[in-house]
């Protein structure tokens, strides 16, 4: 295994009523800016329940942070809190509410051009208002994570940054507050955690025993639970194992030590940016196609995840992976995904644009071998079509 | 799965050479205090490592502290602490050392008196000096949790305590430490995770299906790297996986939202309290005996470890069960562990003073379900004969 820093100072407080503990993990009298995005949580009784908690508090609002937050956008929030005096920042909802909120701590205390802190991928950040989460919607893992991705349009740019400043101070999960999302969001949610784990995995062993069980058990979790999330959307007990998924499956452990790929999620980011497709959609098409055009380098891990996630034992190599694959898009179609790109509407005509705009973001060199090129990228599109 | 809260602020630095990394995280001009046992970091290099990772800092050196840290040798590193004004504490060594500077670290600042600290059960700790660990000995992940153990002869007592005050700031873990351990202390603390593992798994289900499965990952692991271990001491790979298991152990991950025994470890100290005996070698012995009085209320769990864990399909579920036992003391017998108490030197005739010894500690309702009483603990023990 390779040698690694692990740090997560995040307090996860789980379970059914917790949102009435935040008021204890905010510094009394804290001016306290509550961020959030549409008014789901307005109808699903959550935003009521953020307010009982923070009875005493002074509390500022600003809503409307789009899924894959936009920068202009969040650029508003940012002039709220200096104008307001903010102290606190309580994110209210899923990952892009999250990863909105983070930019908006570092941008508020950054001393010059706030875009520096995004184009730096978080290293120009030097520092950042502290922040919580109420997470609503499982799938990214920001709530625990010191990850942010955001949009500017201007740019046709999504980008993915870091620091350890974007550490939530705690993160909610209840996972009553899931039962009212729409399936789609709960499709999206598994597929979006169950492509962190496989990004972490798949990739080339180093011997690292527990990180390999333990993203298998995330998977297995995410297969077995993920479909009874649809079909029973008010099981606790499910919710729960799918939002805890959810959040290990980004927090910095399975990646510890081991090679890791993102060469999906990068793709996956351009045609979000592109095309305004949902980020998981956007995976579960990409995925079978980019693992075929890998799956030389793959090869060993492949063969146990077809082993110990799908219990593959039939045929040879070859076949064991191929069928490992298939399995794979078997699962996202179960979770109702789609599963090629001509169903989000796109077609070979698209695919130089893709390209493109891949190597404007100099995304030239992705997987845990650096030789996923724009080349073999366009080979894994057309695999997709 | 139960509501629960999940902490751990430790930075783990994992890997080779990582002790050279440690200035980074002790603050410049900090007096240091470091800890440590025995004279093995003076000839296995570790001292050497740690004195010109810190160069230019003001360093007081403690030695001393022993296996199972008894109050008073802590107590003179308390008085050491005030009198040389010391401002964080670097602990180098095992479990107990890195317990006994929790304790120094808590009582040095603590306004009464210290053995409220430990009599609370931490409860009366009102902060600590701020300390970090080079682990020597993976076994109870004492390196990244807010737990110790600690013990006082006059009492023939061992008590466990924690706060959130204990967590280190930093644990070093570099597997090439552990190389020059003797072949006891890999059996005792491959056998102590393990146990840390299965008194957190083996207990009933509450449906928290990642943490069953991290669980059963950590437990693979030591089965599968435990005797490897052993047979070829210097294999850095074997000793990384060891060491992680260790740590992830127990650091508050995998007992996260379920129930958890404890009854074995508690026995156990009582043991160690009593006749001195190394805390794994006690708990080798004792875990057969406690699943055999506990196996009803524990069925489905075992049976999830006979399949999961051995592997076994064969006879029912009794059969099942009792061949998991049965395995579990196998792998003991492997790792060189003795498995019944005469081996110990110990006879029918302890067992009364084992059982007042922990009615005097008030250890009457152990277990999961409160329900392991002395005399439950009397009939484990006759069968550990």
């Known amino acids: 295994m390779f040698n690694f820093d692990f740090y997560n100072p995040t307090k996860l407080m789980f379970g059914q ?58 650029m508003q929030a940012v002039d709220l809190v200096k104008e307001r005096g903010i102290d606190f920042l309580l994110a209210v909802g899923g990952g892009s509410v999250i990863d909105g909120t983070k930019f908006i701590a570092a941008a508020a205390v950054h001393p010059g051009d706030p875009w520096e802190i995004v184009l730096s991928r978080g290293t120009a950040a030097r520092g950042a208002l502290p922040l919580g989460a109420v997470l609503t919607l499982p799938a990214t893992g920001s709530e625990s994570n010191y990850r942010a991705v955001v949009t500017r349009q201007a740019m046709n740019a999504k980008i993915s940054f870091y620091s350890d400043f974007f550490f939530p101070r705690f993160a909610v999960l209840d996972p009553v507050t899931t039962y009212s999302l729409p399936p789609v969001q709960i499709s999206n949610g598994v597929v979006d955690a169950y492509m962190h784990v496989l990004e972490q995995y798949l990739t080339y062993p180093v011997n690292a ?13 995410l297969i077995e639970e993920g479909p009874r999330a649809l079909a029973d959307p008010t099981n606790y007990e499910v919710r729960s194992n799918i939002m805890l998924c959810a959040t290990l499956a980004l927090n910095g452990l399975i990646s510890s030590g081991v090679p890791t790929d993102w060469s ?35 090869r060993l891990r492949l063969l146990q995840y077809a082993h110990r996630i799908w219990g593959l034992t039939e045929g040879d190599e070859d076949e064991r992976i191929t069928a490992a694959i298939e399995k794979t898009r078997e699962f996202f179609e179960l979770m109702q995904m789609k599963t090629c790109l001509q169903d989000l509407g796109l077609t070979a005509d698209n695919i130089p644009e893709i390209i493109a705009s891949l190597e404007s973001h100099d995304m030239v060199r992705l997987g845990e071998n650096k030789n996923v090129t724009p080349e073999k990228v366009r080979q894994a599109l057309e695999l997709c079509l």
Chains 1, 2 share one sequence.
């Not at 996956?268 to 079978?288: F, K, M, N, R, S």
């Open 17 to 74: 009523g917790r949102i009435a503990d935040i008021a204890g993990e905010i510094p009394p009298g804290a001016k306290v800016l509550i961020t959030y995005g549409g008014g789901s949580i307005k109808s699903n009784g959550v935003y009521d329940q953020v307010m009982a908690a923070l009875k005493g508090y002074e509390l500022i609002e600003f809503s409307g942070i789009e899924p894959n937050p936009v920068y202009e956008t969040l």
């Open 209 to 221: 025993r527990v990180q390999e069980r333990i993203s298998e058990g995330l998977l297995l979790t």
């Open 264 to 298: 999906t999620h990068m793709v996956g980011h351009e045609l979000t940016a592109l095309y305004d497709i949902d980020h998981a959609a956007t995976l579960a098409v990409l995925l079978p196609g980019m693992l075929q055009v890998t799956r030389e380098e793959k």
